[in-house]
T-cell receptor, first 114, second 113 residues
Framework: SQKIEQNSEALNIQEGKTATLTCNYT??????LQWYRQDPGRGPVFLLL?????KEKRKERLKVTFDTTLKQSLFHITASQPADSATYLC?????????????FGKGTHLIIQP | NAGVTQTPKFQVLKTGQSMTLQCAQD?????MSWYRQDPGMGLRLIHY???????DQGEVPNGYNVSRSTTEDFPLRLLSAAPSQTSVYFC????????????FGPGTRLTVT
């Protein structure tokens, strides 16, 4: 079955530095990969989507890479701010090509220290 | 747009009781789904729908029923609540073909005693 691994330990980064989160997956070749942000007590919020034929995607201070050979995605937040503190989830499309929901990793808790 | 709305926000049930978690979206999305989120387990797909009248099972469907009579609404029914169903439930919707980012509701925190 599909397996998605994200660093379960909290990641502490100093304000202004670049935070890099990792998402590894096995037993699957997804057509795309997504990243979400989740704040305590709230639902996940979509951030970025990257397709299998794309190496990199950017949005403001966010950058996502997708290496289908390594079966890995990296999520970068540059010039990090305390407001970026949250849990970040990666998700892969389901076996039905995405229409039937996503498979989520457990998330990485990011803490940006002022 | 209100986006995806869920009711109630909190619910306490006794074992064996039944209830319906409501979910509605006003974005005219064809695709809707239900997830549960448990500590250490992440989000897991319960049921999903690709359009009105069409539903299918996800990863953890046992103990839950769904129906999709309209594009806007996708209720989740707990038939006979069990303590193992204590969780936070999220409803999500997405556009059809070509765009799969999910829009999540605020969640329902359910406790079964």
């Amino acid at each position: 079955s599909q397996k998605i691994e994200q660093n379960s330990e909290a990641l502490n980064i100093q304000e202004g530095k670049t935070a890099t989160l990792t998402c590894n997956y096995t037993n699957y070749s997804p057509a795309y990969l997504q990243w979400y942000r989740q704040d305590p007590g709230r639902g996940p919020v979509f951030l970025l989507l990257i397709r299998e034929n794309e190496k990199e995607k950017r949005k403001e201070r966010l950058k996502v890479t997708f290496d289908t050979t390594l079966k890995q995605s990296l999520f970068h937040i540059t010039a990090s701010q305390p407001a970026d503190s949250a849990t970040y989830l990666c998700a892969l499309d389901g076996a039905g090509g995405g229409a039937d929901g996503l498979t989520f990793g457990k998330g990485t808790h990011l803490i940006i220290q002022p | 747009n209100a986006g995806v709305t869920q009711t109630p926000k909190f619910q306490v049930l006794k074992t064996g009781q039944s209830m319906t978690l409501q979910c509605a979206q006003d974005m005219n999305h064809e695709y809707m789904s239900w997830y549960r989120q448990d500590p250490g387990m992440g989000l897991r797909l319960i049921h999903y729908s690709v359009g009105a009248g069409i539903t299918d099972q996800g990863e953890v469907p046992n103990g839950y029923n769904v129906s999709r009579s309209t594009t806007e609404d996708f209720p989740l029914r707990l038939l006979s609540a069990a303590p193992s169903q204590t969780s936070v439930y999220f409803c999500a919707s997405s556009l059809g073909q070509g765009s799969y980012e999910q829009y999540f509701g605020p969640g329902t925190r359910l406790t079964v005693t």
